[in-house]
């Protein structure tokens, strides 16, 4: 089937009055199944002028007199290019797009995304809606009305340290790349975004996979998977300019150029950012720098890219939190948290006086320093008609520390000597100590795409990874108060970590019938995995640990009607422990097991774009999704935190995740619409026997039980009302809520975070002046109605003395109403 275009009107009839400024909307649809394309990009004269919503739908305000060029892009399907008239009155298409396109620039990123044949659950993010949220805060923020996300932030306002959740699932269950080449750290598992602040500055398109998905490059998908794209180049020139300031000093500024398509084969583009604040916390800043830069060289069936980007992140430490009576005012359990903590009279006033923004640290360089440089060489080659093979070499640089100030600690936990003063030995001595990380990971990936034009049904894709990461971890002493044999930058602790990581995939997609289709996804991955050395308890660390893994996948899809399909999946996740389940153990105790998840998906989706209910143009999209997902040996979080605020966490045998996600769009002519999501969950660990710690830290095992997972919320939604009153003028309204979470297993009220909703505002005002391309004016309101309220936490329980059990939480409170306004310029 060729790509087709129709217009309801005269779209290439000659050219109207010169004053011409009509209106050009339609709906992306695919040309083999009818579907909806939402997040497909519109391109009028090479800059970026729209994208299609849930419903497939898209409008450009205005199209001068004049002959144009419309061209429509989206991941996974080839590009249709169109001769466009600007006319005095309004012109509406219908455009289709056929799956494949060998050098759409994203042969690996398509690799890995799915689509309508894949039987999986997924929401697709255009650029377009990324800048509507973009005001300066993390990307995670961003994706706050996407189904099933939790989101929060240690210096609680969107800035600095982020987190997302995902079905419950934290960032280290959630695979992350970028251009199909693995974000996530190898031995965390965590994807720190901290380090590439602004990154949504240079996203043309992202995809959020929920549950196991497709087959990934780097780290399991346990929970979801968040799959990125900056591979897009402007056909134009271009140069623009973001800048926002805000509540809490916070500011944002970048520019972006873009030279455009010169000598018919290159492009080259670049992006420059600043972001800092001081965040909601007393003493919670952070000052983030990034650059971003791609030189692009394409031919007829070539491209070729390179691309780096880098962030540098200096934030003060958020992460201790604050302690419960802070913000309950209860006088009783404060004054034990002080006596508890040795707190001095003046930081005993303090936590009186700070409340709910309180913070632990005083010193005035408890920071976290870190940069991380990526390279990535992009090769997209096509290879006759049907075959096509993208390939992609990386480096990525990190180096940093996190500097502490630390009171009376022993010198013999240093490797120090007791010095003698005055005659007296002392044992104990305030110091300055930085705890660094300075690693390197390489490694290259590969995905050969058999997407035939004459037939498209059956598609396929053979592709592969091979990653090596080396992490050096060691601490030095800066300074003591105290010390007799000390040089300069002494170091107390080393070890080194080395991890291997390759895979190998095949997938394949075929439509058995004109309304059945099938789909299998093989996947084998094998790690290795080392640590030799100490770490800074003087503990040894010493590490062997080696895996491989077979992850099959399975769906099928049933096309009901036009723009109805049933769909359904099987897919089985393994991975490997993270380092802190290795190194927050004793010595010796490699006892971590690999975890397992078998998740089955399955659901019905409904694309509607030819309806009247709210107007001559009503767009309706709808899908319900339903997901079990059976875990063996899930690694659960315990609620405590080791020293840099990561979880620690526990093997449960057998746990699982079961629920519905539902989620709707209706909008009517481009003047209002709204979208909804509803997840309804329920997320449990079978036989959990809760585990405390009596006054000499014995352990203490509790009867076996069904208790709640850790961070699982059972209810979540998120609603986005938005209209458009005046041209250029768009208002928004977006509402979250949060059901209640559990800071450990135990199920237990007392140890848990309230149930949360919060409402922001967003307006956005735009302008088309004759001396620049575009002025855009916009206000984020965030937390209008002023809620206090908590998103993350973290417990400690023991038997006390008297044999009751003593519990400690720490809170991480979210920021009060605050804004931030924004002023962004096209040239």
Known sequence: MKNSLTTGVALLALAGPAWAQGPVSGTITDARTGTALPGATVYLDGAASAATDAAGSFSIPAVPAGRHELRITFVGYAPLVQQLQGQPTEQRLSATLQPGGVLTGEALVTASRANERTATAYTNVSRQDLDKRNFGQDLPYLLDQTPSVVVNSDAGAGVGYTDIRIRGTSNTGINMTINGVPLNDAESHGSFLVNLPDLASSVSSLQVQRGVGTSQNGGAAFGASINISTL???????????????????????????????????????????????????????????????????????????ITFSGREKTYQAWNGVPEPALTGNQTLLQNYIDNGELSETDAERVRREGRRYSYYTYDNQTDNYQQNHYQLHLSQGLGEDWNVGAALHLTRGFGYYENYRNRRKFGDYGLQNPIIGGDTLTRTN????????????????????????????????????????????????????????????????????????NGYARATWQVLPKLGIYGDLQVRHIEYTIDGLEDEQNDVTTRASYTFFNPKAGATFTLAEGQQLYGSFAVGQREPVRADFTDRPAGDQSAKAERLE???????????????????????????GFYMNYRNQLVATGQLNDVGAALRTNVARSYRRGVELTGFISADDKISLSSTLTLSRNRILNYRDVTYDADYNPVIGEARTSTISYSPNTVSAHTLEGQPLKGLRLALLYKT???????????????????????????????????KEIELGLLVNNVLNREYVANGYTYSYLGASGGLDTFNWYFPQATRNFLASVGVKF
């Open 599 to 625: 998740d089955f998906e399955g659901g019905y989706r409904l694309t509607r774009t030819d309806l009247s209910l709210l107007g001559p143009r009503t767009a309706l999209r709808f899908e319900a999704n």
């Open 232 to 306: 897009d180049s402007r056909q134009e020139a271009y140069g623009e300019t973001q800048n926002s300031i805000g509540s809490f000093n916070t500011w944002k500024n970048n520019v972006q150029f873009g030279t455009g398509l010169v000598g018919n084969h290159f492009t080259f583009d670049g992006r420059l950012s600043r972001i800092s604040t001081d965040g909601y916390m007393n003493r919670a800043s952070s000052d983030l720098k990034s650059y971003y830069f791609a030189a692009g060289y394409q031919a007829k069936n070539t491209l070729l890219k390179f």
């Open 431 to 502: 110091l300055i100590d930085q705890k660094w990380l300075d690693n390197y990971f390489y490694g290259g990936t590969f995905a050969l795409n058999y997407q035939p034009k004459a037939n498209d049904k059956l598609q396929a894709t053979l592709g592969g990874a091979w990653n090596r990461f080396e992490n050096d971890h060691y601490g030095e002493i800066i300074w003591a108060q105290y010390a007799t044999n000390l040089v300069p930058r002494q170091r107390y602790y080393f070890n080194k970590a080395r991890k291997t990581d390759y």
């Open 738 to 772: 949060v059901s209640r979470q559990y800071l450990d297993n135990s199920e237990n009220t007392a140890r848990s975070l309230k149930p949360y909703q919060v409402l922001d505002f967003r307006v956005r005002y735009s302008i088309k002046p004759q001396f620049v």
